[in-house]
């Protein structure tokens, strides 16, 4: 095995355990509710964006305790984002990571449900767990501005009109450019910058990060597509483009020598990966 596959593999059963242990209370939801939420949280991904986070404060010897809890929040959202994504209304999904959808097993209204529960909670989580109140408005300021209209839903909306629109009414740069760094790149770019404001590192060593965080955040989004079939000269475009990037989001870093290792093989695995 990869020593980039053995590193995942470790970080990804740490990351579900983390995540079973920040759950939302059991006794405090209605229990279809609970089932849900459980049911989404656990159905396995890669969770790279928590290990993204964990993987940014470690290399700078961020606290654990601040970690830990961020990294699960921010993946909380990303499946939020997932369930909501899979509704009828949206993609309409029937299948997510090899198993039913939420909304196949629990239906719509508890699959709308559990989303807002998880965007919700993972908020709760930051301003909870974490005792440090300049650091929670930092963190908080950061994950809503990523996550929100301007972030992940804004890309979303600029997809669904798209999706309605013709050919023709696209505009290249927004859809080539603007709708993936919104969709997909906002919420890797602010995983790693969250492990950056836990560290509390210098402002231009956070600039190089966030370059990093965004540059890979758009490859993964390209090599999504490629993994999505598209064919021909467009996949071999988007592989051209992501290669590029993995390297411009590389070189970021580079300064920061041996410490960046495992950020540098973060940044390759995202275009050698299979699923
Ligand atoms: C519906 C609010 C809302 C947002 C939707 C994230 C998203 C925006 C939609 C999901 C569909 C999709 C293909 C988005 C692009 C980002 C992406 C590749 C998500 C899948 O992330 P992975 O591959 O998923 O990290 P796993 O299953 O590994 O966690």
């Known amino acids: 095995m990869l020593e980039i596959e053995s590193y995942l593999e470790s970080q990804r059963k740490r990351v579900d355990k983390l995540l079973a242990k920040y759950l939302p209370p059991r006794p405090k939801l209605p229990s279809e509710l609970y089932q849900a939420i459980n049911y989404s ?12 986070t964990l993987a940014t404060g470690e290399m700078f010897n961020a606290d654990r305790r601040y970690l830990e809890p961020t990294a699960c929040a921010i993946e909380f959202i990303h499946t939020y984002s997932l369930i909501h994504d899979d509704l009828p209304a949206m993609d309409n999904d029937n299948f997510r990571r090899g198993k039913p959808t939420n909304h196949k097993v629990f239906g719509e209204a508890i ?11 993972a908020f709760e989580v930051i301003a909870t767990r974490i005792k440090n109140s300049s650091l929670v408005r930092q963190l908080v300021s950061e994950i809503s501005q990523a996550a929100g209209g301007a972030g992940m839903v804004g890309g979303q909306g600029l997809d669904i009109r798209f999706a309605r629109g013709t050919t023709k009414s696209r505009d290249n740069d927004t859809f080539y450019t603007k709708m993936p760094l919104m969709k997909t790149a906002a919420l890797i770019k602010t995983a790693v910058t969250c492990g950056g404001i836990i560290a509390d590192i210098p402002d231009r060593l956070m600039a190089h990060l966030k370059t990093y965080g965004q540059d890979i955040g758009f490859a993964f989004q390209l090599k999504d597509d490629i993994l999505d079939g598209i064919d021909g000269q467009k996949a071999e475009n988007y592989l051209m483009k992501s290669q590029k990037l993995v390297v411009h989001a590389k070189r970021a870093i580079q300064h920061l020598g041996e410490k960046s290792k495992i950020l540098q093989s973060l940044a390759d695995y995202i275009i050698i990966r299979q699923i």
């Open 41 to 52: 949280v656990k159905s396995g991904g890669k969770r790279l964006r928590p290990i993204l």
């Open 111 to 121: 699959a709308i449900l559990a989303g807002d529960a998880l965007l919700t909670y």
